[in-house]
Structures are given as structure tokens and as C-alpha cells.
């Protein structure tokens, strides 16, 4: 009988500690910008770049801002100040990210989501930078649920290639395709699942970008698809050029997507623009719904 009691009261002791725990950990959305930034650096409740700091999107959502102009190396400790905050200890994150973005976040992770981190209380000063948490303790890398990206510059743009922007921002040098594609491993995730929203409604001068494209990156970008060069790909029906298949699996010709990449959207009627529109707007908006439903 008493083994019957211990093992009992040990279970109840189990589940009190479960409770506990569950009750003090926190989730927090994440939302990462693109080129040209707006928001203040440090200040994770100015959306700027995004739109209206009211509108919903994700659970106690925070705007991770960069300057969108330097090189992602120089403007990266903004993005790993705001993974220590809210990602580490009993904390977990849901990570959006627009545009350059994507490239953050996969930099991010692939040269630092092994490294020791510090875990940390989720109070941030003026600078973002939050002091360690109270029982201290340190980890490896970051707790992140998934990633959303939204016309995603992974695999750089041939816009950047052709000078289509200002050739003086150190940022552009990034998004050229073979830089974007050389600057990190993008198959090193640290196994996080990084959901891909593609947008298809391209402009006059997107003749630059091959394959389907949202005006500013193309579908081998966006839909996360490997190699060291870009290529064209498009919506199913259309000859000129191979299909972005949805899901994880290889897109039609055979080349794959990166590891731990699957395309959540594909923009089959052309409907989506790469711009937010500082109104959450463009591809965006598709990442913002699944936020809203999913990342509670």
C-alpha cells in the first residue's frame, strides 16, 4: 500500500510542477523587417514598418526592427537581443519575418542557434537588451515554435544584381543571389520549420526576375527553393517555366527546397504584392492571418 501512496504522491507532485511551470511561461510573436526598416531599433512595440500598431497579430506580438540598410553580420545582434528576451528560458516564440527578413532569421539561426545563451527575464531596457532572469540559467539557442515568411529574400534578387537599387547600401551587396545564397548554410535551421508565403503579382520592370515574382523577389526566393543560383518557377498551367510545388517535396525538375522549408502559400491568382503598404498588407497578410489563428 505504501508504494501505491509514494508513487501517488509523487505524480500529484509531478503534475503541481507541470502547473508551475506552464503558468510562468510565456509565448511571444515576433515579427522581423525587410529593406528600409522605419521602426526604432530597441523597440519592440513600434510597428512602423508593418501598419497600425493595433492590429492583431500573433500573441503578445513584438517587432524585432532592424535598420534594413547595413549588412545582416552588422545589424544581427538587434535580432539575437530580441530572441535572448523572448525565447529563452520557460519562453517560446513564433517568428514572422518580411523580405530581408527571411535572411535574418535563417543567418540568425544557422551561425548562432548553436551557441550558449543566456536566459533572460523578458523585460527590455530603452536599448532591448533584457537583464538575466532571475533564476539564471543558460541554453542552447533559442525556443522557437515555427517561422512564417512573407515574400521571403533568402535566395537574394536579381535586383539587387542588376542595380536596380542603390548600389552604395551595404544591404543590397546581401541580397545580390549568389551572396544571399553563399552567406550562410540555409539547410542548417537548428531544425525549426520555416513556412513560406510566396507572392506572384509582379509589374512591368519584373522581366528582371525570372519566373513568377511579387515586383521585387522571385519564386526561387520567396518559395525557398536550393542551389547556389536562382531559377524560374511558377504557378502550375504556366509553360515557360518549371511549378514551385507547395509542401516540402521538390518542385517540378527536381530541384528541392531548402532542408526544413515548406511553401504554405503559393500565389496561384497572382493577387499578392511584396509591399506591406505600412497597412500589413501585400503577402504579409497571409502570414498575419496564420498568426492570428496559430500562434496563441
Not at 121 to 137: E, L, M, Q, Y
Request: charged share 15%.
Amino acid at each position: 500500500m505504501q508504494k501505491f501512496v509514494r508513487a501517488g504522491l509523487w505524480a500529484f507532485g509531478a503534475v503541481m510542477v507541470t502547473l508551475a511551470t506552464a503558468a510562468v511561461a510565456t509565448n511571444h510573436s515576433l515579427w522581423i523587417n525587410g529593406r528600409t526598416g522605419g521602426g526604432v531599433l530597441g523597440n519592440y512595440a513600434d510597428f512602423t514598418y508593418w501598419g497600425p500598431s493595433s492590429t492583431e497579430a500573433g500573441v503578445n506580438k513584438k517587432s524585432v526592427n532592424w535598420d534594413g540598410y547595413n549588412h545582416i553580420s552588422d545589424q544581427n545582434y538587434l535580432v539575437r537581443n530580441a530572441l535572448d528576451c523572448y525565447c529563452t528560458g520557460t519562453n517560446w516564440c513564433y517568428i514572422a519575418a518580411h523580405s530581408a527578413g527571411d535572411l535574418m532569421i535563417g543567418y540568425t539561426l544557422s551561425m548562432y542557434g548553436g551557441s550558449t545563451r543566456q536566459n533572460k527575464n523578458a523585460v527590455p531596457g530603452s536599448d532591448g537588451v533584457c537583464s538575466n532572469a532571475s533564476g539564471g540559467g543558460t541554453q542552447t539557442g533559442w525556443n522557437i515554435k515555427w517561422v512564417d515568411v512573407a515574400a521571403g529574400a533568402g535566395g537574394g534578387s536579381e535586383l539587387a544584381d542588376a542595380g536596380d537599387w542603390a548600389i552604395s547600401e551595404p544591404l543590397v551587396s546581401d541580397l545580390k543571389t549568389s551572396t544571399a545564397r553563399a552567406m550562410y548554410d540555409h539547410n542548417n535551421t537548428r531544425s525549426t520549420w520555416f513556412y513560406m508565403y510566396t507572392g506572384a503579382n509582379g509589374t512591368a520592370y519584373s522581366f528582371v526576375l525570372p519566373g513568377q515574382d511579387d515586383e521585387v523577389v522571385a519564386y526561387h526566393s520567396s518559395g525557398g527553393v536550393s542551389g547556389s543560383s536562382g531559377g524560374s518557377y511558377c504557378n502550375p498551367g504556366d509553360w515557360l517555366c518549371n511549378d514551385l510545388t507547395l509542401g516540402s517535396a521538390a518542385n517540378q525538375g527536381g530541384r528541392a527546397k531548402w532542408s526544413n522549408h515548406s511553401v504554405a502559400f503559393r500565389d496561384d491568382a497572382e493577387a499578392f504584392k511584396h509591399s506591406t503598404g505600412k497597412a500589413w498588407g501585400g503577402v504579409v497578410s497571409k502570414v498575419r492571418a496564420d498568426m492570428v489563428a496559430n500562434a496563441r
